[in-house]
């Protein structure tokens, strides 16, 4: 897979997206389009996502090795180096988890949540919930639109404060902008990006264009404000609980916060992911 750059004027080089065929385009052509149904969204996202994390596992380093074949023939392959996990920014980047899990059935997932600040327009943090050892693994970043750059900046910032090092992190997003590339890779410039597609840029109101509207929101069919507003419930009731209730509230996965939100809002459908391995 050659970086974009080699094919896209400006974009960094730690860059790197899907080979653009037609099957390819035509995926992208249906979850673009406003009209397509709710059951097809879902499906031809998960085919994308699913090519996306494949890719991005082609980027983890291997190591030689050897193995006996049934015939008793020696063969001289390699076997990937270390162990990875994936760590997905809620709320879009948990729809990534499942294409992860069908090609590395074992693999741990982590959860970070991050919303904009009101007051300052900034990137904040509400919750993570990351493998103890994840300082020892190669990371699959996982959120499907990259616009600002913002959440996926923050994301990396609380990574390394866990003891990752930038390098050992793969960012795998389904539709980027330039704008947030430029942003992130001059931020990050060793961390790889796997991306799907780059669009042509950002509106006036920092949307990608073209675009596929709100991902979480046409896989939910909650908006984005609903759900903001449902996570500002939970975490409020979090703060008002006395010191050993707040530690058992935060100690709960992220899981339960989305029932509640879920239950609360009547969602169409309720994404139970199994707990991390």
Known sequence: MA???ASSAGIPPSVFTLPHTAQLEALYTIIRDKDTSRGDFLFYSDRIIRLL???GLNHLPVLPKTVQTPTGATYEGVGFEGKICG???LRAGEAMEA???EVCRSVRIGKILIQRDEETAQAKLFYSKLPPDIEKRYVLLLDP???T???AIKAVEVLKEHGVPEERI???NLIASPEGLKNFCTKYPTTKVITGWIDEGLNEKAYIIPGLGDFGERRSQLSAEEYEAGVEEVFGRARRLRPRERREEER???ESIRREIERDFLFVRAIDSPPPL
Request: hydrophobic share 50%; proline share 0%.
């Open 3 to 5: 970086s974009a750059s």
């Open 53 to 55: 994390v494949e890719e």
């Open 87 to 89: 760590v997905s920014i």
């Open 99 to 101: 294409g992860l899990r």
């Open 145 to 147: 639109m990259l616009a």
């Open 149 to 151: 750059g913002g959440s």
């Open 170 to 172: 793969i960012f795998v």
């Open 252 to 254: 709960s996965e992220v």
